[in-house]
């Protein structure tokens, strides 16, 4: 069984299955999964934070309220906060014309990843974030293993962490 992940959304499963998003640009797929109770998630998210864009909208959308919304689907399902381990990818610089920061979500998206996991003592142990192409990943909810597909400049790169 495949969940497909869409842009501003999230899902947790338990046991088995596989959760997927596609077409991670600027935005940041997130996986948790906590190996003793083999509950897994994923969250992808478009933009940072969300007091930063007015709480408006649907709070999976932003990297902060989608943790946390992720997170508790998942202690639902059994997880322990304290077991979660995180891998993160996306993030990526999509204009490369453009110097303005506004317009440089890919690495405030990274950044504030980061610093919420860290925040919330949540274990970063893989990444693969930046560079300018669009990313695809699969999250094996049985065994915590993320397949990713990576297409930059024609060229295809597929790795798993």
Same mark, same amino acid.
């Given at each position: 069984? =495949?969940? @497909?992940?869409?842009?501003?959304?999230?899902?947790?499963?338990?046991?088995?299955?596989?959760? &997927?998003?596609?077409? %991670?640009?600027?935005?940041?797929?997130?996986?948790?999964?906590?190996? %003793?109770?083999?509950?897994?998630?994923? %969250?992808?998210?478009?933009?940072?934070?969300?007091?930063?864009?007015?709480?408006?909208?649907?709070?999976?959308?932003?990297?902060?309220?989608?943790?946390? /919304?992720?997170?508790?689907?998942?202690?639902?399902?059994?997880?322990?906060?304290?077991?979660? =381990?995180?891998?993160? *990818?996306?993030?990526?610089?999509? *204009?490369?014309?453009?110097?303005? =920061? &506004? /317009?440089?979500?890919?690495?405030?998206?990274?950044?504030? $990843?980061?610093? =919420?996991?860290?925040? #919330? #003592?949540?274990?970063?142990? $893989?990444?693969?974030?930046?560079?300018?192409?669009?990313?695809?990943?699969?999250?094996?909810?049985?065994?915590? @293993?993320?397949?990713?597909?990576?297409? &930059?400049?024609?060229?295809?790169?597929?790795?798993?962490?």
């Amino acid at each position: 069984m =495949e969940i @497909k992940v869409g842009i501003g959304d999230y899902a947790a499963a338990k046991k088995n299955g596989v959760i &997927s998003t596609y077409g %991670l640009g600027s935005c940041v797929g997130i996986t948790l999964y906590d190996r %003793l109770t083999k509950v897994g998630g994923l %969250l992808h998210a478009l933009l940072p934070e969300s007091a930063r864009y007015g709480n408006k909208g649907n709070p999976a959308k932003y990297v902060d309220t989608g943790l946390e /919304l992720l997170i508790k689907d998942m202690v639902k399902l059994g997880a322990s906060p304290r077991r979660l =381990e995180a891998k993160l *990818f996306g993030g990526a610089h999509m *204009f490369s014309n453009v110097k303005s =920061e &506004s /317009l440089q979500i890919g690495q405030r998206n990274v950044e504030v $990843a980061k610093r =919420e996991l860290k925040k #919330r #003592r949540i274990k970063l142990v $893989a990444e693969d974030t930046g560079g300018k192409g669009g990313r695809t990943i699969y999250l094996d909810v049985g065994t915590g @293993k993320v397949r990713m597909r990576r297409v &930059s400049g024609g060229k295809v790169v597929e790795n798993v962490f």
